[in-house]
């Protein structure tokens, strides 16, 4: 069965970096785009980045568009989605979730200090 396992969230203080890491196993996730995408406390679900298949295009969402990055390796048996954070806001507290076609994983929860 094909599943996504979000990791590398935390706790870390305004304008630091973390990277975070989604493996896809049991499925052909390596022949689709990937995305993630985060969600605020009590705010809905927002967009935050988008990689296709082959990992030469990507979207970056309008509001952390200069700070994120998104790639993957498609060459390990496991394939992993990366979302590169950088100068993180106390606004970017958030689950974030990765996410392709209709299949989510459970997220990673990512808490900036101020």
């Known amino acids: 069965q094909e599943q996504l396992v979000e990791s590398g969230g935390g706790l870390v203080q305004a304008g630091g970096s973390l990277r975070l890491s989604c493996e896809a196993s049991g499925g052909t996730s390596s022949n689709f785009g990937m995305n993630w995408f985060r969600q605020a406390p009590g705010k809905g679900r927002e967009f935050v980045a988008s990689?296709?298949?082959?990992?030469?295009?990507?979207?970056?969402g309008d509001s952390v568009k200069g700070r994120f990055a998104i790639s993957r390796d498609n060459a390990s048996t496991k394939n992993t989605v990366y979302l590169q954070m950088s100068s993180l806001k106390p606004g970017g507290t958030a689950i974030y979730y990765c996410?392709?076609?209709?299949?989510w994983g459970k997220g990673t929860q990512i808490t900036v200090t101020s």
């Open positions: 990689i296709n298949a082959n990992g030469d295009t990507t979207l970056i």
């Open positions: 996410n392709t076609r209709g299949l």
